[in-house]
C-alpha cells in the first residue's frame, strides 16, 4: 500500500526559530514530491521535487529529496507568525496520462510571537 | 490568470441526498482532478481526468462519480450522503506534461446532517 508519513505532526516554535519538517514514502511508480503551504482552504504550492540532493530554496523555505533513502525534509528559517499553518508534502505517483498525489497527514506548525 | 475557481464553497445536505459540486481549471490546463479532505487529515486522491476521460480513480464507492467538459471544467457527484461524506472537497488542476505541480482550488465545504 502506496504511504506518505509526515513527522512531526505538530510543532510550536517561537518567531525566529529555524523547523525542519519531515516526509518519508514508500509508493509505486514514483514521480515528484511536492510540499504544500495551507493556511484556510487552498494548500499553495511551495516546491517540486524530482531529482536527489538538489536543493530548492525559496526565501526562507528550502526543500530537498533523497530518493535512495526516500525521505524529504523542508526547513524554514527565521520562522514568523505568517509561516502557521498546515504543510503537506505528497508524492507524485504515475505514467503516461494518468496521474495522482498521495498525501501524508501534514504538519501543523505554529508559530508563536 | 484565474486560479481554479470551486462551486459552491459551502454546502449543507441532508443523508440520502445527492450533490454537484464544479471546477473550472486554469486556462491551458488539461488535467482537472479531485480530493477529499476530512479534517486533520491530508486530501484523499477521488478521480483524475485528462481530455475528458477518467485517468484514475481512489479507493472511493461507486457513489461518487465526475465528469470533464469539452472547456475542460469538470463536476464531481457523490449520490446517497453519508454523514461521512462531509469534508473539504478539492480540486486541482494541472498541464500535467513537464514539472509545473499542480494548483488546488479553494474548495467546497460539504457538511452532512
Known amino acids: 500500500e502506496d504511504k506518505v508519513v509526515q513527522s512531526p505532526l505538530s510543532l510550536v516554535v517561537h518567531e525566529g526559530d529555524t523547523v525542519t519538517l519531515n516526509c518519508s514514502y514508500e509508493?509505486?511508480?514514483?514521480?515528484?514530491l511536492l510540499w504544500y503551504k495551507q493556511e484556510k482552504k487552498a494548500p499553495t504550492f511551495l516546491f517540486m521535487l524530482?531529482?536527489?540532493?538538489i536543493e530548492k530554496k525559496s526565501g526562507r523555505l528550502s526543500s530537498i529529496l533523497d530518493k535512495k533513502e526516500l525521505f524529504s525534509i523542508l526547513n524554514i528559517t527565521a520562522t514568523q507568525t505568517g509561516d502557521s499553518a498546515i504543510y503537506l508534502c505528497a508524492v507524485e505517483q504515475g505514467g503516461g496520462s494518468n496521474y495522482k498525489l498521495t498525501f501524508g497527514k501534514g504538519t501543523l506548525l505554529t508559530v508563536n510571537p | 490568470d484565474a486560479g481554479v475557481t470551486q462551486s459552491p464553497t459551502h454546502l449543507i445536505k441532508t443523508r440520502g441526498q445527492h450533490v454537484t459540486l464544479r471546477c473550472s481549471p486554469i486556462?491551458?490546463?488539461?488535467?482537472v482532478s479531485w480530493y477529499q479532505q476530512v479534517l486533520g487529515q491530508g486530501p484523499q486522491f477521488i478521480f483524475q481526468y485528462y481530455e475528458k476521460e477518467e485517468r484514475g480513480r481512489g479507493n472511493f464507492p461507486d457513489r461518487f462519480s465526475a465528469r470533464q467538459f469539452p472547456n475542460y471544467s469538470s463536476e464531481l457527484n457523490v449520490n446517497a450522503l453519508l454523514l461521512g461524506d462531509s469534508a473539504l472537497y478539492l480540486c486541482a488542476s494541472s498541464r500535467l506534461w513537464g514539472n509545473y505541480g499542480y494548483t488546488f482550488g479553494s474548495g467546497t465545504r460539504l457538511t452532512v446532517v
Open positions: 524530482t531529482s536527489s540532493g
Open positions: 486556462s491551458g490546463h488539461k488535467s
Open positions: 509508493v509505486t511508480n514514483f514521480r515528484s
